[in-house]
């Protein structure tokens, strides 16, 4: 049975080169690339034979090894993969649950990340086999890591498989994701500016030193130990890493007898009563597009998701400067119209979010002043919100309430400006967008540089057209706190000017272009 899963996974691996020539190409790239990182890491590790300081080597091997670990774990569970080998399809077969656990588990050892993995671990042998007692440990270290890598991803990838069946539970896992890695950021700034010449030796000790008695970094300790004269402790991290091979592997087996017994899990539908968002707003080709802007901003996760990734910026932003020693008071001021900024540059592309359904306004004759006004309703909102609530939280939290009009000026311009540019943008130079039901991290295909030439022009436009508000407001912080008025005034002045131009100019270049705004949504 072992044979005939081993044969199984090998023909699906096979089949991967039945594609169309360019998916081919790109697949035997990848291919070359990782087994030309496995191979450069097994020369680094041989080259590692002959170097003395053992516990550097094994303190190095603890915390890469419990990454790896945790990429095994955190990739299939939490943006899903596309298992092949998933026990349900096997679920008529009628075999017995440990033998299909057993079955699956060796067909795992084939694949790309397994034989780059086997690589690898054989280079650590090399690495430690400073006697016949170390090698003898690396072997089996080395082996056990091996199983438990693709044992937990295994276990990982079933309950992806179960949890995030439907799409939307795909969206949000993807969503936690990236929140991870965001909040892991901090994280690995810190360590960037760790002054590792000096005191980095000492990090790297306390937190293999913590790592090597975990289930995450023990198998990876044992070799290590055992050369730097420590069998004790060799020999009880031997303990904890079998103990936890086998903790997952009973753990798989139950998963493998839980799935064969658990349908596919399928999307609830919700029903709606009314029209939802088309009661509410005022009726008229505005109001409509305003209606239906609200109803994607609510339940289509390209939108969703996009607005979400708004106030993590300013995170990811401020992390680095608070550790560089940046001053609060300008740390501050940073958040809401760094938002701000982002708000009104989200719409640039709106109109081929619309994919083909931007069809309905070009055949109902609806006038392009009212599509561009109906589109920035629901971000002109979330925008006031921001900038009205935002400014207040942070004059507040500086004492000083001198910087309101300066903030708000700043802010205003940014987001009307991203706007009024976006208004004319998304109508003049639309570009291929996520498909509507497509995962909002997908990427589409498109012509590079057309893409980055709109970005930037919105981007950069929205600076240019806030610099006054920004200079006064400056000159209001470093100068003269009477400055503040002036970039109040330029903000709110510009900012409005450019968001009435933009929402005529955009409106009229809709009418104009609106056979061939169709056909690039058909192209897409």
């Not at 002109?380 to 309430?401: K, P």
């Not at 200079?471 to 209001?476: H, N, P, S, Y």
Request: with cysteine; charged share 10%; hydrophobic share 60%.
């Amino acid at each position: 049975m072992v044979a005939q899963f081993l044969r199984l996974k090998l023909r699906l691996l096979g089949n991967i080169f039945r594609r169309s020539t360019w998916q081919v190409v790109g697949i035997v790239i990848g291919l070359i690339y990782g087994l030309g990182l496995a191979a450069t890491l097994f020369a680094a590790l041989v080259a590692l034979r002959f170097v003395g300081d053992v516990e550097f080597i094994r303190d190095s091997f603890v915390v890469a090894g419990a990454v790896t670990v945790l990429g095994f774990i955190i990739v299939p569970l939490i943006f899903g993969v596309d298992d092949t080998m998933d026990p349900r399809r096997f679920a008529l077969f009628g075999l017995p649950d440990r033998s299909l656990a057993v079955g699956l588990a060796v067909a795992a050892v084939v694949g790309i990340p397994a034989l780059v993995l086997a690589i690898v671990l054989l280079g650590t042998v090399v690495t430690w086999s400073r006697g016949v007692g170390e090698t003898l440990l690396a072997l089996i270290a080395a082996a056990m890591a091996f199983a438990t890598c693709l044992l937990i991803a295994r276990v990982s990838s079933g309950l992806a498989s179960l949890l995030l069946a439907t799409r939307r539970a795909r969206e949000l896992s993807g969503v936690l994701g990236l929140l991870l890695v965001v909040m892991a950021s901090p994280l690995i700034v810190v360590l960037v500016s760790v002054d590792w010449a000096n005191s980095g030796v000492q990090v790297l000790q306390s937190l293999a030193g913590a790592l090597s008695w975990t289930p995450l970094g023990a198998v990876f300790a044992i070799p290590g130990d055992a050369a730097a004269g420590q069998w004790g402790a060799a020999l009880l991290k031997l303990l904890i890493a079998a103990a936890t091979l086998v903790v997952i592997w009973l753990g798989w087996q139950a998963l493998v007898a839980k799935m064969l017994v658990t349908p596919g899990r399928e999307a609830s539908a919700k029903s709606y009563r009314g029209l939802g968002w088309f009661d509410r707003l005022p009726q008229g080709p505005a109001g409509a597009v305003a209606a239906r802007s609200f109803t994607y901003l609510f339940r289509d996760a390209r939108y969703w998701v996009s607005l979400l990734m708004v106030p993590i910026v300013p995170i990811v932003v401020m992390v680095p400067l608070s550790l560089a020693g940046v001053p609060s008071l300008y740390l501050g001021l940073i958040p809401v119209p760094l938002m701000c900024l982002f708000l009104g540059w989200s719409l640039h592309n709106d109109t081929a979010y619309d994919s083909t359904a931007v069809w309905l306004h070009v055949v109902s004759g609806v006038r392009g002043v009212a599509d561009r006004v109906g589109r920035l309703v629901p971000v002109l909102i979330a925008g006031v919100l921001v900038i009205g609530l935002g400014s207040a939280v942070t004059v507040f939290a500086l004492n000083d309430w001198r910087l309101l009009p300066s903030l708000l000026g700043v802010s205003t311009a940014l987001l009307l400006a991203g706007l009024g540019v976006g208004s004319i943008t998304s109508a003049r130079f639309p570009y291929p967008a996520v498909k509507p039901g497509d995962s909002p991290f997908q990427q589409p295909q498109s012509t590079g540089t057309i893409t980055a030439l709109v970005q930037s022009i919105t981007m950069l436009g929205s600076l240019v057209i806030a610099l006054p508000a920004v200079v006064f407001g400056a000159l209001g912080l470093f100068v003269d706190p009477a400055w503040h008025a002036a970039s109040f005034a330029s903000g709110v002045g510009l900012g409005l000017a450019v968001l009435v131009f933009g929402v005529m100019a955009g409106g009229r270049v809709f009418d104009r272009r609106g056979p061939e705004i169709l056909g690039a949504a058909i192209r897409a």
